[in-house]
Every structure is written in C-alpha cells, then in structure tokens.
C-alpha cells in the first residue's frame, strides 16, 4: 500500500479529465459561439492565446479545488457515499466558478446556450470524474480485500489483550509485522517467535519494517504510564491507535468501535479533511500578511523593548506542541531579564518581574506577534490550544490524563481558552482552562476559528488581554 502512488493516481487521472473535459467544452464554445465571432476554424479558435491559457489553467484550477476539497489526504479506506458527495459538491463549485469567471464572456445568440454549455460541462465533469475515482477506489478496496494490500502495523503491548485483539485485527485488513514489549514487567502472552522487540528498539524496528501504522494494546499499565508511553510514540510521525475500554479516565472524545473494536486513533482530530487544508493555507498566507504589514509596528515595539529595560528584544522559550514535538516559541520579551532564573513560574496578574512596557503589551496581547513567525514555519497555527512547557505538562497530566489528545492539532496563538478564560496562574487554573480547549478539540470547525479570532480582535481592541 503505497500512500504517494495511490495519490498520484487520483492526481494524473483528475487533471487528464479536467483537460480533456475542458478541451470538449472548447469544441462546444467553439459551434455555438466562437463561429459567429470571427473565428473561421476549429484550429484557429483553439490555438487563440486566450484559450491556450484556459487549457492549462482551468485543469491547474481544478487540482487545487480539489487539494482544498481534502479529497487527496486520505488515499486508503475511502468511503464511496463520502466520495460520491465530495466529487458532486467539489465539482457544483468549480464548474459554477469557471461558469461565471470564464465562460460568461461569451457572447451566444441564444441565451439558451448558456444553459447547453453549463450542464453540458458539469455533467461531463462531474461523470467523468465520479467514475474514474469510483474504478481507482473499487480496485484499492479489491486488492485489500483480497489481503494483496494490507496496512503493516507494530503491535505494542504483549499481554493477554495484545494476543486476543491481534486476531481481530487481522479480520480488518491489518499485517502485524511484530509485537513490542511495552515494559509492563509481566510474563509476555505473545509468542517468542513474534516478539521482535522492546520499546527502546522502536527507532530500529520502525525503520528494518514496513511501519504503517502502531496499535497500542496495553495490558496492567497505568494511566500514566500509558501517557508517558503515547508521547514517546508521537514523534515517529506514524498514525497512532490505542485500545481503550469506554470507561477509562484518558479519554474524553468518544471511543469509536471498528467492527466491535473499540480502537481510538489518538493522533487524529475532529476536523475535516477540507478543513484542515483550508485552515493550513490560511496560516500559511495569513501569517506572510502579518509579517510583512506589520513590519513597521514588530520595528517600533522592538526598539522601545530594546530601550525601556536592559536584555534582549525576544522572549524564547521551549515548549511543547504538535504531536508532542519540542519547538521554540517566540515572543516580544515582557519581563526583566533573567526573570526566569528560579525556573519555571507562571505570570500573576501584578506580577513585579513584568516591565511598565510589557505590561502593556500583554494588555493588548502584542507579546504575542513574534508568533506568527512560529506559524509560518509550522510549529504553530494562528487557532489552537496554547502550547504550554513540559514542566507543567507533566503536572496537568496527573491530573487531566486527557490533555494530550490537544497535541493532536499545531498549537495556536490565540484559544478558546484564552478568549474565554484569560492567563491562568496555577496548575489548577490551568486546568480549569482545559476544558474550554477541549471543547474546542472536539468541535473544530473553520466557524469556530473565526468566531475566535473575532473574540480575540475584540480583546485585542478593548485591551482585555490581562
């Protein structure tokens, strides 16, 4: 099961249809129309600048409608009611977009014609499309199926349960290529023959396999080991399943059974595919907008940080963020320097250690603009959970094991928690502001995005940031 392959697949047929499609349309624009208006040819007409352009445009066009559909993120295990309504909605826009930006300069006798040359392109699109996709998909569902393509996967855990579940998994499609010890100190269940390793041996098993995906099947862990376990299983960069009964404390979403299996995948989110595509390129452009608007107001804040209080112009701290990964978070420094000496410590409302300055870009959340470079370069997003330091990390978890479901999504810059709750001084405060971020974990949407980011302008403006 190649993921790049299957993906080129669907990429070539789609645009060679969107050309060819294109290119009929053309032959239709080309009797109806173009004949009447000075073109004396097929030929003549086809090759005019103006349509040379559409022909390498519009197929461009529809690729990236279709990159932003989220139709491409997931190659395997498509859905056919899923892609039946994906291809329809996808092609409704596209066709009425190119209808209206392209097609409407023409100039028919009939305005009936604009009728023929519309659902004649739409249904020829949307067809076409449908049905190529619907072949490639049919024959990927075949070949796993038939267990010709199968998803490899690493069990770890080696007890009773991993033993028991591991036949089921083989029911769904899945080739355990190995069981890992998990460290639970008890007699291992599992075969010695299948038993290829322990947790320390996870970067070298991951690499001598075909890895698609780890199962995690713990048997007489504890709820923190279990933690401990997950975020050391993040940054391999591979899709993440843990089995779960309903019941258990680490778990605030819903745990959602295949086939009878109740299997959560915990490094995925609530968002849709399109969603999460849209929102990426948002941060992406919005982020350079920021940057490069904003310039002269980052060169002002920069000199009177430089010169109000001795120390550097940036704030930089570690934090932990996306998938569990490390990153450096930047910010316009608020304090004195070395403030930070004692270790980590929370900022109080009146807190001494803060600069007359600084106090009042914390006000209006100004401290915050380095970040959008953090965006750009893609540890962080412009909404998200904030990301917070592993020492307090490690203390929130004891309490609220659930909180690292929110490192299934880029930290961001501004929060639910933050618009509703404010800075928090306390662990506990901390995690009272939880709650609000995973509300938001489980009902992300780009509506609620935008309902934060107006929430945040207005705190912004009003100057509520502390």
Not at 217 to 245: M, Q, T
Not at 311 to 320: A, C
Request: net charge positive.
């Amino acid at each position: 099961m190649n993921k790049v392959k299957q993906i080129a697949k669907y990429v070539i047929v789609d645009f060679l249809i969107a050309t060819v499609v294109w290119l009929i349309l053309n032959l239709i624009r080309y009797h109806e129309v173009a004949q009447y208006e000075g073109f004396t040819a097929i030929r003549s007409f086809l090759l005019f600048h103006q349509v040379l352009k559409g022909e390498i445009l519009i197929p461009i066009f529809w690729l990236i409608l279709y990159y932003f559909s989220g139709y491409y993120n997931k190659p395997f295990g498509k859905s056919r009611i899923n892609e039946l309504f994906n291809t329809l909605v996808t092609v409704t826009i596209g066709v009425v977009f190119v209808f209206f930006v392209v097609v409407l300069d023409d100039l028919p006798d009939s305005f009936q014609i604009y009728y023929l040359i519309f659902f004649s392109y739409y249904f020829m699109q949307f067809f076409v499309t449908y049905l190529c996709r619907y072949l490639i998909t049919r024959h990927a569902l075949r070949k796993v199926k038939n267990r010709e393509w199968l998803t490899n996967v690493l069990v770890i855990g080696v007890g009773p349960q991993a033993v028991k579940f591991s036949d089921e998994l083989l029911k769904l499609g899945y080739r355990i290529v190995g069981f890992v010890d998990d460290g639970n100190q008890a007699v291992p269940a599992v075969s010695p023959r299948k038993l290829i390793g322990n947790i320390e041996d996870l970067p070298r098993l991951i690499i001598e396999y075909p890895v698609d995906e780890l199962i995690l099947i713990p048997d007489f862990l504890s709820d923190e080991a279990i933690i401990h376990l997950l975020y050391s299983l993040y940054h391999y960069k591979l899709p993440v399943k843990i089995r779960l009964e309903k019941s258990n404390p680490l778990l605030r979403a819903e745990v959602k059974t295949i086939h009878g299996i109740p299997l959560i995948e915990v490094t995925s989110n609530n968002f849709s595919d399109a969603g999460k595509n849209i929102k990426k390129a948002i941060d992406k452009v919005g982020s350079i907008l920021v940057l490069l608007l904003l310039f002269p107001l980052y060169l002002y804040i920069a000199i009177r940080v430089k010169y109000t209080s001795k120390g550097p112009v940036f704030f930089r701290q570690e934090r932990i963020g996306y998938r569990g990964r490390p990153f450096t978070i930047y910010k316009f420094r608020t304090m004195y320097a070395d403030s930070d000496k004692q270790g980590p410590l929370l900022t109080e409302r009146d807190d001494p250690r803060v600069t007359p300055f600084g106090r009042f870009l914390r006000k209006y959340r100004l401290d915050e603009l380095p970040q959008f470079w953090n965006v750009l370069i893609g540890d962080m997003s412009i909404v998200g959970p904030r990301p917070e330091q592993r020492y307090y990390i490690d203390q929130i978890v004891k309490k609220a094991p659930y909180y690292y479901l929110l490192h299934n999504v880029r930290p961001g810059i501004t929060s639910w928690g933050m618009v509703k709750y404010g800075y928090a001084e306390t662990v506990d405060k901390m995690i009272e502001r939880l709650d609000y971020d995973i509300m938001y974990y489980e009902n992300m949407s780009l509506t609620l995005d935008i309902t934060i980011l107006m929430y945040t302008i207005q705190t912004v403006i009003t100057g509520k940031g502390v």
